[in-house]
């Protein structure tokens, strides 16, 4: 608190001017300081609704994809499970087909097996015939054949 000197008829009004001079430029001073704190103030207020409008859109986009990822991870489960389903069916498939094959030729295998066998017997038979047919032969009596046409 300020003091002032004491003259006739009171304080001494220069001093008391002075002083209001003083309070004058230090209350413009608070004043214009304090609107410029205002100002920034409302700048900040400005930019934090800025920063939490971009927030809460960065928040969306995260969510946004976050469940674009999700479904994408579900999406590639299935094509993944229909693939692996399919690759299973062609394999049953191409395995049975596979087993039909060898079922045939083994077959056709046996059946040629069976014909060889068959066949070896007939000749077997025709050859065993011939042979007696060639006995038959060696014990023919040619000398009788020869005395009559002699």
């Known amino acids: 608190m300020k003091k002032f000197d004491t003259v006739f008829r009171g304080y001494d009004k220069y001093q008391v001017q002075r002083c209001l001079d003083d309070i004058i430029k230090n209350y413009e001073a608070l004043l214009t300081k304090s609107k410029k704190t205002e100002e920034e103030n409302k700048k900040l207020v400005d930019q934090i609704a800025y920063y939490q409008r971009i927030e809460d859109t960065m928040n969306r986009a995260i969510y946004n994809a976050e469940n674009a990822g999700d479904q994408i991870k579900s999406t590639a489960r299935k094509e993944a499970e229909t693939l692996i389903s399919q690759a299973r069916h062609n394999a049953n498939r191409i395995i049975n087909d596979a ?12 059946q040629l097996k069976r014909n060889t066998n068959i066949l070896k017997r007939r000749l077997r038979q025709i050859i065993e015939n011939q042979l007696e047919v060639i006995e038959e032969i060696d014990s023919v009596d040619f000398s009788d054949v020869d005395n009559k046409y002699n």
């Open 99 to 110: 087993l039909l094959k060898a079922e045939r030729a083994q077959n056709h295998a046996d």
